[in-house]
């Protein structure tokens, strides 16, 4: 079984920058298309970013495009989750998952396509 380590969670100002991790076990992480989703309260899991195995084709959810850069370090089974301009709406819960087979939809958008999951860390960003 994978498993996918979320970090750099916390509460922040509007306006401030967060960068978020996560990385997963085993060796086959530079194969993974990788998305990061998050939850808010009484809200349904909506997708952020995601991200082929190679970094080449990145997706993004538009109210976090120009905010939000997803980046990945293959040789630390890392993907990163850089968030400038910080804003309330943007507090949530936020997970990492993993796509251990991306086929021909190589940065998956629904959370639906991804085979493994972290618990989640938590960023509140106050006004």
């Known amino acids: 079984q994978v498993q996918v380590v979320e970090a750099g969670g916390g509460l922040v100002q509007a306006g401030d920058s967060l960068r978020l991790s996560c990385t997963t076990s085993g060796r086959a992480f530079s194969s993974y298309a990788m998305g990061w989703f998050r939850q808010a309260p009484g809200k349904e899991r909506e997708f952020v970013a995601s991200l082929s195995w190679n970094g080449g084709i990145t997706h993004y959810a538009d109210s976090v495009k120009g905010r939000f850069a997803i980046s990945r370090d293959n040789a630390k089974n890392t993907v990163y989750l850089q968030m400038n301009s910080l804003k309330p709406d943007d507090t949530a819960r936020y997970y990492c998952?993993?796509?251990?087979?991306?086929?021909?939809?190589?940065?998956?958008?629904?959370?639906?396509?991804?085979?493994?999951w972290g618990q989640g860390t938590q960023v509140t960003v106050s006004s």
């Open positions: 998952a993993a796509d251990a087979a991306p086929g021909p939809i190589v940065a998956a958008t629904t959370a639906k396509d991804y085979d493994y």
